[in-house]
């Protein structure tokens, strides 16, 4: 049982939710399991009243759950409770000031996105179809693990965007940044054989190098959908998404290449940690380029 001093602004806390926020029930449940278990972690640190609970307290309350197995999700969620709690206290005039606001929750760990191996690579893209629209798709899945494009790249290249006889295309990435990519091989090939029917389907003014059955520019939600069912029909073991293609092309490059920068140039990324959470670059490869190449890292002959 908590004592009086902890449970009673609580109590008035929890009316405030009900009555005045009127926040569900669930809701309300989760504020106060929340926080009656932060009471009783204060109560073990012989803390009496919410008044005593400064910023170092909030974060022993934050670290005691990581050490308990709290899920970053669960942490960020028990640390909301309190910080709301405390605008509450604040606003009743128990308190000067939140001081659960500077402290953060730990960040929750990023996943990394999946990609194909070159076999199952190779498995889907051994599309053979006379079909216009399969040697479109085969063309635009090429194009995309060829070049590491963005689904949103993809769609918007136009004809202007892309020449066969240099092998490079220019993309719109992400804040409007314009960069030219290279793209050769069976790419090349596949956006060239694409080039010789796409007249026979794209609308006259239609500029899009890639466009839809009905002849214009062809929708990220086509391309999610057709990329999906060639999964299925070359019997990928996993479910395939353009993004997949993209990653796929980043960690095949950074396998065979090692070049960590390139590999951020050809994806078109602002800041380098981006790349390595992309291509599943570990710590210990980073030490051992930066051993090998950083001039004042080299061991000297003795």
């Given at each position: 049982?908590?004592?009086?001093?902890?449970?009673?602004?609580?109590?008035?806390?929890?009316?405030?939710?009900?009555?005045?926020?009127?926040?569900?029930?669930?809701?309300?449940?989760?504020?106060?399991?929340?926080?009656?278990?932060i009471?009783?972690?204060?109560?073990?640190?012989?803390?009496?009243?919410?008044?005593?609970?400064?910023?170092?307290?909030?974060?022993?309350?934050?670290?005691?759950?990581?050490?308990?197995?709290?899920?970053?999700?669960?942490?960020?969620?028990?640390?909301?409770?309190?910080?709301?709690?405390?605008?509450?206290?604040?606003?009743?005039?128990?308190l000067?000031?939140?001081p659960?606001?500077g402290?953060?929750?730990?960040?929750?760990?990023?996943?990394?996105p999946?990609n194909?191996?070159?076999?199952?690579?190779?498995?889907?893209?051994?599309?053979?179809e006379?079909d216009p629209?399969?040697?479109?798709?085969?063309?635009?899945?090429?194009?995309?693990?060829?070049?590491?494009?963005r689904?949103?790249?993809?769609?918007g290249?136009d004809l202007?965007?892309?020449?066969?006889?240099?092998g490079?295309?220019?993309?719109?990435?992400?804040?409007?940044k314009?960069?030219?990519?290279?793209?050769?091989?069976?790419?090349?090939?596949?956006?060239?054989?694409?080039?010789?029917?796409?007249?026979?389907?794209?609308?006259?003014?239609?500029?899009?190098?890639?466009?839809?059955?009905?002849g214009?520019?062809?929708?990220?939600?086509?391309v999610?959908k057709?990329?999906?069912?060639?999964?299925q029909?070359?019997?990928?073991?996993?479910h395939?998404?353009?993004?997949?293609?993209?990653?796929?092309?980043?960690?095949?490059?950074?396998?065979?290449?090692?070049d960590?920068?390139a590999?951020?140039?050809?994806?078109?990324?602002?800041?380098?940690?981006?790349?390595?959470?992309?291509?599943?670059?570990?710590?210990?490869?980073?030490?051992?380029?930066?051993?090998?190449?950083?001039?004042?890292?080299?061991?000297?002959?003795?």
């Open positions: 049982m908590l004592p009086r001093n902890l449970e009673q602004p609580l109590e008035r806390f929890y009316e405030y939710l009900r009555s005045e926020r009127e926040l569900s029930l669930h809701t309300q449940q989760n504020y106060k399991r929340q926080l009656t278990r009471a009783e972690q204060l109560m073990e640190l012989k803390v009496e009243s919410w008044q005593q609970v400064d910023a170092g307290w909030v974060r022993q309350i934050a670290s005691k759950g990581m050490r308990d197995g709290l899920k970053a999700s669960s942490l960020a969620m028990r640390l909301s409770a309190l910080r709301s709690f405390f605008d509450f206290l604040v606003h009743q005039n128990v000067k000031a939140n659960a606001k402290v953060a929750a730990p960040r929750k760990s990023r996943p990394l999946k194909l191996d070159v076999d199952e690579m190779n498995q889907l893209l051994d599309v053979n006379d629209l399969a040697i479109r798709d085969r063309a635009m899945m090429e194009l995309m693990y060829g070049a590491g494009l689904l949103s790249e993809l769609v290249i202007r965007n892309i020449s066969l006889s240099k490079d295309l220019r993309v719109i990435g992400k804040g409007d314009e960069r030219i990519v290279p793209f050769s091989g069976l790419a090349r090939e596949w956006v060239a054989k694409w080039l010789k029917l796409r007249d026979s389907i794209a609308q006259a003014d239609e500029q899009a190098l890639f466009v839809s059955k009905l214009h520019r062809i929708s990220t939600r086509n999610q057709r990329m999906a069912e060639w999964g029909k070359q019997a990928v073991s996993s395939i998404n353009p993004h997949k293609l993209r990653h796929s092309f980043a960690t095949h490059m950074l396998e065979s290449s090692g960590l920068r590999v951020q140039e050809l994806l078109g990324h602002a800041n380098l940690s981006t790349t390595q959470i992309y291509t599943h670059l570990d710590f210990q490869h980073l030490a051992k380029v930066y051993d090998e190449a950083h001039p004042r890292a080299k061991k000297r002959n003795k």
